[in-house]
């Protein structure tokens, strides 16, 4: 038996990869292939745009898959939420989807938009939120270059994708309103959730994935210290619960590990050295599970 698990296409398709195979996975042939493979038995991937995932998944296509919590809203899809993924070293960082308008419009809240024209890839929600305001507006879906479309005159705004807004400032455009915030998740068919075999491999991957993303910006740090700046050195390292403290073969000397953010830790290692920490040791970490 086998899980089949559909991987997004195209701008998270790098992301998605490069934080399978840190989770211990390797995905071959995808750039010829919508059906790459992988080096586990009990997996089957397919790769389809994030925007149609949830509604193969919902149907039982496909028995789960990572995609936006803003996809699977736009799609009105009845799905799973096995975990969300935040990941923000490699594009999984939460997003806004904006209404915008150009800067010098005089739309500058939702009740302006009335009797205008917007173009959006989100017209679902972009709809559900006019209809909330109690504005009649027309909403065109947008097949991209949807910033474009404003300075043309084509329509008057737009609801887009955005993380730091910087390409929106860039096109002369200005945030009037959020209409949703959306994280990455991997989600499942319910009949797939209710099998045994199913559920047991979704949480596995959940677990490695989620492992995965713990370690990001983690580092494991080691070093020898005196029995004597043993107190001292302890005190100034972070840990997940407490450093692990071993004696050495030496009498009256300690090997002393721990896990720290890899930001505090450049900072902290002529702390260290200055305690009484020797042979300090920094390595990365692939998998961090709770």
């Known amino acids: ?109 939702p009740k302006d938009l009335e009797g205008k024209r917007l173009a959006t890839e989100l017209v679902n929600m972009t709809k559900a939120y006019l ?44 945030v009037v309103d959020t209409i949703c915030t959306s994280t990455t998740q991997l989600i499942a068919n319910k009949m797939a959730w209710r099998d045994p075999f199913k559920r047991k491999k979704l949480e596995s991957v959940a677990t490695l994935l989620k492992g995965a993303i713990a370690a990001e910006a983690k580092v494991m740090v080691k070093m020898n210290v005196a029995k004597k700046n043993l107190k001292k050195v302890a005190d100034l390292l972070p840990a997940i619960k407490k450093p692990t403290v071993s004696q050495l073969s030496a009498a009256g000397w300690f090997a002393v590990e721990t896990v720290a953010d890899e930001k505090t830790l450049r900072n902290l290692i002529p702390d260290l050295k200055k305690a009484g920490a020797e042979g300090i040791i920094e390595y990365n970490l692939s998998k961090i599970i709770y």
Do not use: C
Not at 147 to 161: F, N, P, Q, S, Y
């Open 1 to 109: 038996m086998r899980l089949k698990l559909g991987l997004p296409k195209g701008s998270l398709q790098e992301s998605t990869f490069s934080l399978f195979k840190k989770a211990g996975f390797q995905i071959l042939g995808a750039e010829r292939s919508y059906f790459p493979t992988i080096d586990d038995e009990e997996l089957e991937i397919i790769l389809l745009r994030a925007q149609e995932m949830s509604r193969y998944v919902e149907a039982g296509a496909l028995d789960g898959g990572i995609t936006g919590n803003d996809w699977i809203l736009e799609n009105g899809s009845d799905v799973v939420k096995v975990t969300e993924l935040t990941y923000s070293k490699q594009g999984f960082q939460p997003v806004r989807w904006v209404l915008a308008a150009p800067v010098d419009s005089k739309i500058q809240r």
């Open 131 to 174: 209809r909330s305001h109690k504005v009649n507006a027309a909403v065109e879906f947008s097949w991209g270059a949807t910033e474009a479309k404003v300075g043309t005159g084509l329509v008057d705004a737009i609801v887009e994708l955005t993380e730091t807004g910087s390409s929106l400032r860039a096109n002369k455009l200005k």
